[in-house]
Structures are given as structure tokens and as C-alpha cells.
């Protein structure tokens, strides 16, 4: 039986929430912080914090940070439910979807991880649920990170202004599957689907 766009984009969004929450929580309960795993020369989980957006970033007022993303996510669910019943691609809809899973999946540290996560002190494991509580009030909580990749590593030569000798590691950035999940989704609605992104194309498509 083929699935309805609505609930293809909720099947989607439940998966990748689940995945996310589930790595950030046995991550967060079973490796101290900075602690990294190698599983090859190029993939390890190494796990890190942040209170900023997408690949540790840092733009925005925390509370601002978290408020706007709620303010997202709640759009987006509302925008796909919308749409549901339209003439719209089903890639459309998978984009949307990875959207707003990445959104929520960072949501849901913003808003809890604080208040159900203690904050030990070095080599501790954070606990769930702790007795003395968590390390943060509501909205305060820190977004869990660990997927690196260094997929190449060099020196600069010495000649080069400003960065030469400085060694340089690409894939830098820690990340976690909601950031992938997000960029993933707008990068293929950009490339592929952009002109859904006009009101007046999306209502002549779906009429």
C-alpha cells in the first residue's frame, strides 16, 4: 500500500528523531566528555556539546536560539500538514520532512537534556535522571554532538600567508544526525525543488 505524503512525512520525521535521540543518549550516557571512539581513520564518534546551531556554530542568544527553533519546527509541522493532500513531489515532502526532524531533534535538547542530565566533572559519565537533578533549567540544555569525519589531514606549506604551517583536518566540524538530516534536506530542496519554495508555484502545481 502506498503511503500517503502525510504520513510518509511523519514516518520520515518519527525515524530520524528516533535515530537522533537514541545516538545522543547512548552517547551522552556512555562516553565522558571529549571521550572519542575510532571506528576508521576517517569516521569516529567524539563526542561534544555546543549551544549554537547546525555544526557547533554559535550566532544567537541561547534562549533566542531555542525559541526560534520551536517557532520552526512548529511551522514546518504545520506548513507539511497543509500541503499534505497537494500535487507536490514526494522528494518535496522528504525534504520537508528531514527539515523539520533535524529541527526538532536539536528542539528536544534545547529543551530537556538540561533538566534530565546531570553535568559531571571529568572522566564522569552524565546520568539520566539524576537524584540532584540536571545541569540546566528548561530551554538551557546543551545540544549533543559526535559524528566526525577527518577525511584528510595536511600541514600548509610555510609559505603560504596566514595559514601556512598551521595544520588543517577536512571534515572538521562535529555534527550529530539532525544537523545531517537538516543540511541533507536543504541542500536537495534547494538543488532539486526550489521553485516549490514560491507560494504561487507550489498552489499552480498542487490546483
Same mark, same amino acid.
Given at each position: 500500500?502506498?503511503?500517503?505524503?502525510?504520513?510518509?512525512?511523519?514516518?520520515i520525521?518519527?525515524?530520524?528523531?528516533?535515530?537522533?535521540?537514541?545516538?545522543k543518549?547512548?552517547?551522552?550516557?556512555?562516553?565522558?566528555?571529549?571521550?572519542?571512539?575510532?571506528?576508521?581513520?576517517?569516521?569516529?564518534?567524539?563526542f561534544?556539546?555546543?549551544?549554537?546551531?547546525?555544526?557547533?556554530?554559535?550566532?544567537?542568544?541561547?534562549?533566542?536560539l531555542?525559541?526560534?527553533?520551536?517557532?520552526?519546527? =512548529?511551522?514546518?509541522?504545520?506548513?507539511?500538514?497543509?500541503?499534505?493532500?497537494?500535487?507536490?513531489?514526494r522528494?518535496y515532502?522528504? =525534504?520537508?520532512?528531514?527539515?523539520?526532524?533535524?529541527?526538532?531533534?536539536?528542539?528536544?535538547?534545547?529543551?530537556?537534556?538540561?533538566?534530565?542530565?546531570?553535568?559531571?566533572?571529568?572522566?564522569?559519565?552524565a546520568?539520566?535522571?539524576?537524584?540532584?537533578?540536571?545541569?540546566?533549567?528548561?530551554?538551557?540544555?546543551?545540544?549533543?554532538?559526535?559524528?566526525?569525519?577527518?577525511?584528510?589531514?595536511?600541514?600548509?606549506?610555510?609559505?603560504?600567508?596566514?595559514?601556512?604551517?598551521?595544520?588543517?583536518?577536512?571534515?572538521?566540524?562535529?555534527?550529530?544526525?539532525?544537523?545531517?538530516?537538516?543540511?541533507?534536506?536543504?541542500?536537495?530542496?534547494?538543488?532539486?525543488?526550489?521553485?516549490?519554495?514560491?507560494?504561487?508555484?507550489?498552489?499552480?502545481?498542487?490546483?
Open positions: 500500500m502506498r503511503l500517503s505524503n502525510g504520513a510518509l512525512a511523519l514516518l520525521t518519527l525515524l530520524v528523531i528516533c535515530a537522533d535521540q537514541i545516538l543518549i547512548w552517547v551522552k550516557t556512555s562516553f565522558y566528555y571529549g571521550e572519542e571512539l575510532v571506528i576508521t581513520d576517517w569516521f569516529r564518534l567524539f561534544i556539546e555546543n549551544n549554537g546551531m547546525a555544526f557547533g556554530m554559535e550566532v544567537l542568544n541561547k534562549l533566542v531555542t525559541l526560534f527553533r520551536v517557532v520552526m519546527a =512548529c511551522l514546518f509541522v504545520y506548513y507539511i500538514f497543509r500541503i499534505r493532500n497537494s500535487a507536490a513531489p522528494g515532502f522528504v =525534504c520537508l520532512s528531514l527539515i523539520t526532524a533535524g529541527t526538532i531533534g536539536n528542539v528536544i535538547d534545547c529543551l530537556f537534556y538540561g533538566l534530565v542530565f546531570d553535568n559531571p566533572m571529568y572522566p564522569g559519565v546520568s539520566f535522571m539524576p537524584d540532584a537533578g540536571g545541569y540546566a533549567s528548561f530551554g538551557f540544555g546543551r545540544v549533543v554532538d559526535m559524528l566526525y569525519f577527518p577525511l584528510a589531514e595536511w600541514n600548509w606549506p610555510d609559505w603560504l600567508p596566514f595559514i601556512g604551517g598551521n595544520h588543517f583536518i577536512f571534515f572538521h566540524p562535529v555534527f550529530n544526525i539532525a544537523d545531517a538530516a537538516l543540511c541533507v534536506g536543504v541542500f536537495i530542496l534547494v538543488i532539486f525543488y526550489y521553485r516549490f519554495l514560491s507560494p504561487k508555484e507550489l498552489k499552480q502545481d498542487c490546483e
